[in-house]
Nanobody
Framework: QLQASGGGLVQPGGSLRVSCAAS????????MGWYRQAPGKQRELVAG???????IYADAVKGRFTISRDNAKNTVYLQMNGLKPEDTAIYYC???????????????WGQGTQVTVSS
């Protein structure tokens, strides 16, 4: 249902954009966003789009990361600028999807994409 892409290796201070596309019998997508998990650490929220069109960001990424969504493509993007070594993690996208023929929203997760910030 969710396919993430765009991770890779980037030098400190560089930029990277990760994408996550939802597919299937989608009636509506309520929320979309990104978590990340660094080695030895818990998964943490990076950025999210709320059901009312708002955005939320972790304090650590405010001013550097931007989340956006293309409704026509059912895709969420995370533009990451000013990357730091501490941003190194596996980035997981999520989406709350109401599928056609269903009455409740289900939370889906992407497979994760590795982002490594290193010189």
């Amino acid at each position: 249902q969710l396919q993430a892409s765009g991770g890779g290796l980037v030098q400190p201070g560089g930029s990277l954009r990760v994408s996550c596309a939802a597919s299937g019998s989608i009636f509506s997508i309520e929320v979309m966003g990104w978590y990340r998990q660094a080695p030895g650490k818990q998964r943490e929220l990076v950025a999210g789009l709320t059901s009312t069109g708002g955005t939320i960001y972790a304090d650590a990424v405010k001013g550097r990361f931007t989340i956006s969504r293309d409704n026509a493509k059912n895709t969420v993007y995370l533009q990451m600028n000013g990357l730091k070594p501490e941003d190194t993690a596996i980035y997981y996208c999520y989406a709350g999807i109401l599928s056609s023929g269903y009455v409740s929203t289900r939370l889906y997760w992407g497979q994760g994409t590795q982002v490594t910030v290193s010189s």
